[in-house]
């Protein structure tokens, strides 16, 4: 009998007619999710995605036993989260969370080290090994020039990024990230989400991540878990969910669309003047989507009454030639191309 890639994970948690809230008061209930059934597979980066206030955040403290579940279970290595101790859990599971910590005094090896004390002795002692997966997890994280700062000293993506180092010291099985990258730049949003992936794939972890950046999470995730406001948890594949619609209806709002072609929410302007563009490669996609930033909407087609841009090509040295009707102009960069063009439409118009 063939088996396929599914028939061969091996399945880390699980939810049970799962629901989630948190209590009001002494005996009243507000309830976000209800009869969640969820599972999370070892080798596997599941993004949690889904608007501003669904309850991503508090399905995370419910996974990590930080929240008592409202009804139903989390099974976790077949176990109930509920029979399984602080230290046991700490083994594994990691848990990164958005509260900033303050910590007086500690620098930044000192925190990382905290992650260890559920492989250490009584007394809290440090081996060789200890010292040496610090250091790895803080070079996981690209965070080696930060081992002796002073963690009070630090800026909120430096911050950021030791919390991750310290759940990495755990040498978890599951970790659990609720947007991890919230204060990091560009760059360092995708480096993160990168490390996640890799930890999964090649340490056949399993890792769970609660991200706003819906680009990044299609890009990168195995799995997505759309939280939408109705309590509903969607789970697939980011392109089936793409495909399905859902994507687009959930994290659109006019005059916001999100495109499922490139994955983003592109601008086009006011789109009310044409323009035709003869250029292909990088130059020329770059080109058009500069265009249709300025309002043109751009096409291949031949056209009587409208500018004519030719792009050319030698080596490095590229070329914009624009023309309208007995008017000419060459430039050497897009932004002198589209000063330009404004020129003609000031001086048809005047």
Known sequence: ???????????LLRTEDLNIGYKKGSKAQMIIATGLKLEIFRGELVCLVGPNGVGKST?????????????GRVILKERDISSISSLEMARIQGLVLTEKIEMEGFNVFDMIALGRFS????KGSLTGKDHRIIAESLQLVRGEHLAERKINELSDGERQKVMIAR??????ELILLDEPTSFLDLLRKVE???IMRELARK?????VMALHDIPLALQYADRLWLFEPSGTIRDGAPEDLVLSGKIVEIFSSDPLIFDPVTGSYPFYGDQNKQIVLKGAGLTGLWTRKALE?????VTEEDLSGVPLLEISNRGNSRQWHLSQGSRNQSYSCIYDMLRGLRN???DLQA
């Open 1 to 11: 009998m063939w088996e396929g890639p599914d028939m061969k994970k091996e399945l």
């Open 59 to 71: 399905l995370l403290r419910t996974l990590a036993g930080l929240h008592v579940p409202l009804g």
């Open 119 to 122: 492989h250490t002795d009584w």
């Open 167 to 172: 759940a990495l010291a755990q040498e978890p």
């Open 192 to 194: 993160v989400v990168r």
């Open 203 to 207: 340490q056949n972890k399993a890792v």
């Open 293 to 297: 930033k300025e309002g043109y909407s």
């Open 344 to 346: 003609i439409v000031t």
